[in-house]
Nanobody, 127 residues
C-alpha cells in the first residue's frame, strides 16, 4: 500500500508563492508516476501536473504552465510543487496522487487513472 502525505498549503497573497510537498511511503517508486490535482468548491477535481519518477519528465496543465514546477527528491521519496505568481483562481485543495505503470506510456491527466491519493492540503489566495 502506498501512503501520500501533502503539506505546505496555506494562505498567500495574489502574486505570491508556495511550495507543496508530497511525502510518499510504502512502496518503491521506480515505476511510478506522481501527479498533482486540485479541487475548488463546487468544481471537479482538475489536473495540475505530473512527473515520471524514473525519468523526471513532467507535464503541466495549460493554466499553470510557466508558473508551477514539479520536482522530486529521490532520497526523500518526496515530490514538490513550486507555485509562483499565484492567483485567486488557483485557490483549491491540492491533492498528490500516484499510479504505477507497467508499459511505456505518457503521463496521465485523468484522476481516475491514478490509484493512490493523499488527503489534500488547502491553498488559499487572497486578492
Amino acid at each position: 500500500q502506498v501512503q501520500l502525505v501533502e503539506s505546505g498549503g496555506g494562505l498567500v497573497q495574489a502574486g505570491g508563492s508556495l511550495r507543496l510537498s508530497c511525502a510518499v511511503s510504502g512502496r518503491t517508486l521506480n515505476n511510478a508516476d506522481l501527479g498533482w490535482f486540485r479541487q475548488a468548491p463546487g468544481k471537479e477535481r482538475e489536473f495540475v501536473g505530473a512527473i515520471s519518477w524514473s525519468s523526471g519528465s513532467t507535464d503541466y496543465a495549460d493554466s499553470v504552465k510557466g508558473r508551477f514546477t514539479i520536482s522530486r527528491d529521490n532520497a526523500k521519496n518526496t515530490m514538490y510543487l513550486q507555485m509562483n505568481s499565484l492567483q485567486p483562481q488557483d485557490a483549491a485543495v491540492y491533492f498528490c496522487t500516484c499510479r504505477y505503470r507497467f508499459i511505456v506510456g505518457s503521463l496521465r491527466r485523468k484522476a481516475q487513472e491514478y490509484t493512490y491519493w493523499g488527503q489534500g492540503t488547502q491553498v488559499t489566495v487572497s486578492s
